[in-house]
């Protein structure tokens, strides 16, 4: 009994701890952590057969109401499943990866601008990188779509410019915005005792970066960076809209096909989801995986 | 303006103000370092001493005063401040490693890239300045490896590989644990004894009573008092000097 009020006496053990002074309170998020990400991999695995539970179950459904039979959706859906794949959903594969690469090699540049200390490269790169990261991707999509030319003539040659290519355009600019804010915080999270450290070797400025700052910054960076081609990935199916021939647009097309059956809207949309739901789980959960690895070592 | 010779001081710090902003930390400061010696610089927390040594090194600018190392101006508006960090070594508290090189790594850098220098003959002196900090065997560690003594030595060689005309301690023992703090100064020690002009800001009195040839007492900006150590400790005039001094000793 004693021991038992000791213990209710002690605060934190008992009961909460309270105090007046200002306290620490630990870091619950990283400065450019994942958000979406740590959500995604906080999903329990079976999330995928509850996500296919639609898609198995829809058509028992439909039979019950008397117009279509399980065989006919599943042999529907069936028949489409090769064609989805190969010719939607790995499309949105490589309009992600383009998306990317072109996203991170311009997004690393402004972020690197970002921190320049030259007022005319910094705050432009900062107004870039704000004007991007603030605006909706669909709108953006549209006004590269609209924007861009349908062709571009170099030295009497036309050279055409397909809609997906625009797509990968539109889609890289809000990436660009993110990794550069990605970028400027992983810079900007090395202690300035190593920018003093450098400077008073007599390293230049641009040795500094290069040699000593950006190589401890780099592995912070993984993580938020597939955050990013994660959700990147996921928001490939806004190309639709350009009529980029990617899952959804096909998925709708394929459909048309089929006569338009309403019954076979969510197996068809039900199916495009599982296949983004497992290619960006492992990616999330590599991500958390990595994030919590390199958290440690600072 | 007149050439620098060895008999002018290597370190001259003329009537040094620094404001950051509004508040003013040095007020007035002159001290001169010849070549070869020992300064130490001591007094409270907050009186200005390790603002005055980074400005030796123009890690922080000043408002008013002169100060010159070697003959170069660092008041300058055209100053060369790659020139002058060739010439000044530093030594921060907290070491300041870069914790992605190993300990050889960390003293090759510079030399190499600043200096352009042959990296056989770089490596091969980071090999000797490694046996010279009593480090040898630990060539391959990463920092984050080291104990904080075996960190601030690396920090030191690193400093020395420059081969400097002046090194500057910034209170390098002041995050160190007891044991670790001797192994330290007898790096230090050894560079005195070796003719290494030495700038040190320190809390550890009884070093520098014994390598210091001259100690500066700073307080609130200013120097209060000054003198050889054989009269600074049992001397001293001034109230503040006598009551900081009192409270350490």
Same mark, same amino acid.
């Given at each position: ?298 | ?11 001259? &710090? ?6 950051? $902003? ?5 007020? $007035? ?11 130490? &610089? ?17 890690? =922080? ?9 070697? $003959? ?16 000044? *070594? ?12 190993? %300990?050889?790594? =960390? ?10 220098? =042959? ?6 002196? %980071? ?21 904080? *003594? ?6 030191? %060689? ?22 670790? @703090? ?12 070796? *003719?290494?002009?030495? &700038?040190? @800001? ?17 307080? =609130?900006?200013? &120097?209060?008092?000054? $003198? ?7 001397? %001293? ?13």
């Amino acid at each position: 009994m004693a021991a038992r009020q000791t213990r209710h006496a002690i605060p934190g053990l008992g009961r909460t701890a309270t105090t007046d002074l200002p306290v620490l309170k630990p870091l619950s998020r990283p400065v450019a952590g994942p958000t979406a990400t740590e959500w995604l991999a906080g999903l329990p695995w079976w999330t995928a057969l509850v996500l296919m539970a639609p898609v198995m179950l829809w058509p028992f459904y439909v039979q019950a109401a008397g117009k279509f039979t399980v065989i006919t959706a599943f042999g529907t859906l069936g028949k489409w499943v090769p064609f989805l794949f190969m010719s939607g959903f790995l499309f949105n594969i490589l309009i992600s990866m383009f998306a990317m690469l072109f996203g991170t090699l311009a997004g690393a540049a402004l972020g690197l601008g970002q921190v320049s200390k030259f007022a005319f490269i910094n705050r432009p790169s900062w107004f870039f990188t704000q004007l991007f990261r603030n605006s909706p991707w669909l709108v953006i999509l549209f006004i590269v779509l609209l924007a861009l030319p349908f062709e571009i003539v170099i030295f009497g040659f036309i050279i055409s410019i397909p809609d997906w290519m625009k797509a990968v355009f539109g889609l890289s600019l809000p990436i660009m915005a993110n990794i550069s804010e990605i970028v400027r915080g992983a810079v900007q999270s090395v202690p300035t005792a190593q920018w003093e450290a450098s400077e008073s070797l007599a390293f230049t400025r641009r040795q500094t970066m290069w040699r000593i700052i950006l190589p401890q910054c780099f592995k912070r960076m993984i993580p938020p960076w597939m955050n990013w081609y994660a959700i990147l990935t996921m928001a490939t199916p806004l190309c639709s809209l350009l009529g980029v021939e990617e899952i959804i647009t096909l998925s709708r097309q394929a459909m048309e096909a089929e006569n338009n059956h309403p019954e076979l809207l969510v197996p068809f949309y039900s199916f495009a989801l599982v296949l983004f739901f497992i290619y960006c789980y492992p990616i999330a959960r590599i991500t958390v995986a990595l994030e919590r690895r390199y958290a440690v070592k600072l | 303006m007149a050439e620098w010779t060895e008999k002018d001081p290597i370190v001259s &710090i003329q009537d040094v103000h620094k404001y950051f $902003g509004e508040l003013q930390v040095l007020k $007035g400061v002159s001290l001169d370092v010849m070549k070869g010696e020992v300064v130490c &610089i001591i007094g409270p927390s907050g009186s200005g001493k390790s603002t005055l040594i980074r400005c030796v090194n123009a890690l =922080n600018d000043i408002q008013g005063g002169v100060i010159k190392v070697r $003959g170069i101006d660092l008041t300058d508006p055209e100053l060369d401040k790659l020139a002058l960090r060739k010439r000044v *070594g530093m030594v921060f508290q907290q070491y300041n490693l870069f914790p992605h090189k190993t %300990a050889m790594e =960390n003293i090759m850098m510079a030399p190499m890239l600043v200096l352009k220098e =042959n990296e056989e003959e770089v490596r091969q002196r %980071a090999r000797d300045l490694m046996k010279k900090v009593r480090l040898e065997g630990k060539e391959d560690a990463y920092p984050g490896e080291l104990s904080g *003594g075996q960190q601030q030595r690396v920090a030191i %060689a690193r400093s020395l590989a420059m081969s400097p005309d002046v090194m500057l301690f910034d209170e390098v023992t002041a995050a160190l644990d007891p044991e670790t @703090v001797k192994e330290v100064l007898v790096t230090i020690k050894d560079l005195a004894q070796e *003719g290494m002009t030495c &700038i040190l @800001v320190t809390h550890e009195m009884g070093f520098a009573r014994e390598i210091a040839d001259h100690i500066y007492f700073t307080d =609130n900006g200013v &120097i209060v008092e000054h $003198g050889p150590p054989a009269t600074f400790f049992s001397e %001293a005039k001034d109230p503040r000097t006598k009551e900081f001094l009192s409270q350490i000793l």
